[in-house]
């Protein structure tokens, strides 16, 4: 595991709903429902590196059941920035339905604050990478975001035929 700083600035994308319980960004909703990277003591705020991977991050969790009011917003993660990229070849076994080796490996990072970002793979898009933001670590104070804007949906993508 090797802590490095951005050498260049990063976008990332998230979406959500603007009007919902929690802002778009926001870790209250992984700590209330963790995900595969992290637990409940450990809210994270997941993002993806593509609009594209967001899209289909969103379409796998939404179970063909689209939630109103979808926008995204474009993150920017400034230059300097540390992170930390988990390396699926150390540790066989992190893409099974059981998600104990990535939620060990990344409670690791959040309470240690090894980094500010973590980056790891896409279950669905296993070529694209989503980003995890430690809102904790001192990093991450630098990072902005757009206002939301609506997602428009091809029916394509979720609709039964």
């Known amino acids: 595991m ?5 050498d260049r600035v990063l976008k990332c994308y998230r979406i959500g709903d603007p009007d919902g319980a929690f802002p778009i960004y926001d870790s209250e909703g992984a700590r209330l429902y963790p995900g595969r990277w992290n637990t409940h003591t450990s ?17 796998v969790h939404a179970n063909l059941v689209m939630p109103a009011n979808q926008h995204f917003i474009e993150i920017t993660i400034p ?11 150390a540790h ?6 059981n998600e ?3 939620k060990a490996f990344a409670q690791a990072w959040y309470d240690r604050r090894r980094a500010a970002l ?9 070529l694209e990478r989503n980003i995890l933001i430690n809102p904790r670590h001192p990093d991450s104070n630098g990072i902005t975001t757009t206002m939301p804007e609506p997602v428009w949906w091809d029916e394509r993508l979720y609709s039964k035929r």
């Open 2 to 6: 090797s802590v490095q700083r951005s």
């Open 43 to 59: 809210p994270v705020i997941y993002t993806s590196e593509h609009y594209s991977t967001a899209l289909l991050e969103k379409l």
């Open 79 to 89: 230059n300097g920035v540390s992170y930390e990229i988990f390396q699926t070849a």
């Open 92 to 97: 066989p076994g992190w893409d099974f339905r």
């Open 100 to 102: 104990t080796i990535c």
């Open 118 to 126: 973590l980056m790891v793979p896409s279950i669905p898009a296993r």
